[in-house]
């Protein structure tokens, strides 16, 4: 049953900006729910009410969309931890649990794939077929309990986001595809990323655009082109690290010593709520349709982004107020809190 929502996300996006939140998996591993390394959504089975709480927090925060935690939830990645057994059913409840949630508000539902690791240029045709499997179980089992639109990410290789979206377009459902940026100017397949959005635009794919690896200051140039070279939608999900030009991407942040922190040292990296607020602001200047976050978001990022973009959600309640505050509150004489503040560092 495609299309669980009478408005949809093309009805929505033509009205205005749609707010994304995803990094599901990070902020999931932090809790203590999901392994690092492997990074597969065992949670969805093992602690559902991990997931369920983490789905509404998004909702309370102001996210337009539950995207279903279906994430490396295909054969591949479940085999790599011995429950290859379990794949039909973390599937079906991951897109069951976005459901119910969604349902609290007035949220859409994203059915959610990835890049495989299993797609090979060098052996196209072979790959090819795996990677349509493993889409196409999948996304079958995720129509089937109810989704609104597919989001296709983390694409390293155009070649397998073509397939993503042919999967997608079969099923008579919007499509938003969107790339990984790990290498500095193209994908893994050597399409330069502007052509890559362009080449899956043309191929119908309804929103393209970038998520994950690079922070907001090293997404949003590449966005900007991407913007004026597609007529499609456009989505940009940046993750929220201070990625800058000698390390564009959250993989290749390193500390003054040379350490790499990706991926489980890097919060003295992290961007704060109003570096997110600013980047939502400045994506809504770029034309950007679809504006959200990725791994590394969280709650109070989400909720920031949506009052940036003009909006009182009802996280907005407990939104800060600092005035308040008895230390640093406008009660207290400026003298006094320059003291309190350098004393408490
Ligand atoms: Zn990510």
Redesign the pocket.
Known sequence: MPGRSARGILDRLKAGVVLGA??YV?ELERRGYIKAGPYVPEVVLDFPDALRELHREFLRAGADVMVALTYYAHRGKLKDVGRENDLEAMNRQAVRIANEVAREGDALVAGDICNTWAYDPKDKEASSRVVRAMYEEQLSWATDEGIDFVIAE?NDYLGEALIALQVIKELGLPAMVTLATTRPHQTWDGYGYVDACKILADHGADIVGL???RGPATMLPIIEQVRGAVSSYVAAQP?PYKTQASMPTFESLKTADGTNVFPIALEAFLCTRFEMADYARQAQALGVNYVGI??GGAPHYVRAMAEALGRTVPASRYSPAIELHPMIGARVEEKEKEFLVDWKG
């Open positions: 995803e990094g990070f983390t998520n994950c690896d993750v990725c791994c």
